[in-house]
T-cell receptor, first 114, second 116 residues
Framework: AQKVTQAQTEISVVEKEDVTLDCVYE???????LFWYKQPPSGELVFLIR??????QNEISGRYSWNFQKSTSSFNFTITASQVVDSAVYFC???????????FGTGTRLTIIP | NAGVMQNPRHLVRRRGQEARLRCSPM?????VYWYRQLPEEGLKFMVY????????ESGMPKERFSAEFPKEGPSILRIQQVVRGDSAAYFC??????????????FGPGTRLLVL
């Protein structure tokens, strides 16, 4: 069975600090896909990144970076030099190959304090 | 290039009424998914549809809930005889549906359903 755990329910940091959001997943499949989505206060879901299980390279996009560690089944998300606009709920999600449904974690509410 | 469209954005119903939620996928996308988000929770998969076909409805409640994606027009999620526990945000997502199954799902803004 698939499971995604985001143990951090809420995080608050002061603007310009770095912050890491944790995501741990469980799956029996050897091929799977991991995602991060952002849900700002306006409520929509914004796609941030997709990572395939066979590609363990870490990725950086501007102030965002993702650390995929298959050995620990983790896919953590780091925001450097945080900004107030980063305040949102962040969801990690998992999808097994051949299965169309996404399994979401419960989300981490990130508040950036100006 | 318009994204996934959902309407209405907010819907208020009294217990026992029907709720109809609409979703227009992104242009060129033929796969539609519905998810439900209860307050302070993550999203839960409900149903996956392609044009005129329900592919996976394993997350749909057995009663009162139905979904369709007709050949023409938007996908519809229908909830009959709503109860207070149906109050939630309902999100639609779409994907291109071509090639292998790893395409990303792009989400609409959601419909917030409140049952009084």
């Amino acid at each position: 069975a698939q499971k995604v755990t985001q143990a951090q329910t809420e995080i608050s940091v002061v603007e310009k600090e770095d912050v890491t959001l944790d995501c741990v997943y469980e799956t029996r499949d050897t091929t799977y896909y991991l995602f991060w989505y952002k849900q700002p206060p306006s409520g929509e879901l914004v796609f941030l990144i997709r990572r395939n299980s066979f590609d363990e390279q870490n990725e950086i996009s501007g102030r965002y970076s993702w650390n995929f560690q298959k050995s620990t089944s983790s896919f953590n998300f780091t925001i450097t030099a945080s900004q107030v606009v980063d305040s949102a709920v962040y969801f990690c999600a998992l999808r097994d190959f051949g299965n169309e449904k996404l399994t979401f974690g419960t989300g981490t509410r990130l508040t950036i304090i100006p | 290039n318009a994204g996934v469209m959902q309407n209405p954005r907010h819907l208020v119903r009294r217990r026992g009424q029907e709720a109809r939620l609409r979703c227009s996928p992104m242009k060129g996308h033929s796969h539609v998914y519905w998810y439900r988000q209860l307050p302070e929770e993550g999203l839960k998969f409900m149903v996956y549809l392609q044009k005129e076909n329900i592919i996976d409805e394993s997350g749909m409640p057995k009663e009162r809930f139905s979904a369709e994606f007709p050949k023409e027009g938007p996908s519809i999620l229908r909830i009959q005889q709503v109860v207070r526990g149906d109050s939630a945000a309902y999100f639609c997502a779409s994907s291109p549906g071509q090639g292998a199954s790893q395409e990303t799902q792009y989400f609409g803004p959601g419909t917030r359903l409140l049952v009084l």
